[in-house]
């Protein structure tokens, strides 16, 4: 079995490793941490319902979204605000399926401020962008750490 204090102190001798990697995962970490947050604040303000309004809409269609190797299917959606305007828009998250059959009511989570800005009310919509920065971060703290402790425990 390798000693993991053997691999991390051969990492940290490669000028590589201890410079340039570092120099481009620093800033890389900071970019998605920023960007995770403004994720994590908006998808904070949907669940405390800060800011939101919950209501029904009904599902009108689907839209296609295609990446690479495979396509997905977005609820389209429709409901009103409270001044009576029809709302329409398609769900920020999507799957391989129609998950919801045309003309299912769906609850819809929308800003009170701009009525455009809606999506549907699910735990994709809600708690993913809460779960992947937290990740994101853990992820970079934790490298940052061993990195950190392998410099320190080579001494």
Not at 12 to 24: A, D, G, L, T
Not at 118 to 139: C, E, G, Q
Request: hydrophobic letters at 40%; glycine letters at 10%.
């Amino acid at each position: 079995m390798l000693n993991s204090h053997f691999i991390l102190a051969g990492v940290s001798q490669n000028p590589y490793v201890k410079y340039i990697v570092p120099s481009i995962l620093i800033p890389l970490g900071g970019a998605s941490a920023f960007g995770g947050f403004l994720l994590f604040r908006s998808s904070y303000r949907k669940v405390t319902g800060k800011g939101w309004e919950m209501t029904t809409g009904t599902v009108i269609g689907y839209v296609e979204h295609s990446t690479r190797n495979r396509v997905y299917l977005r609820p389209q959606v429709q409901f009103r605000d409270p001044t009576g305007n029809l709302i329409t828009f398609a769900s920020s998250t999507g799957s391989g399926g129609r998950r919801y059959r045309i003309g299912a009511s769906v609850t819809v989570l929308y800003s009170q401020k701009n009525p455009e800005d809606a999506d549907l009310k699910s735990f994709a919509t809600l708690w993913f962008p809460l779960i992947v920065p937290i990740f994101l971060v853990v992820v970079f703290w934790g490298g940052c750490l061993l990195g950190f402790w392998a410099e320190w425990h080579k001494r």
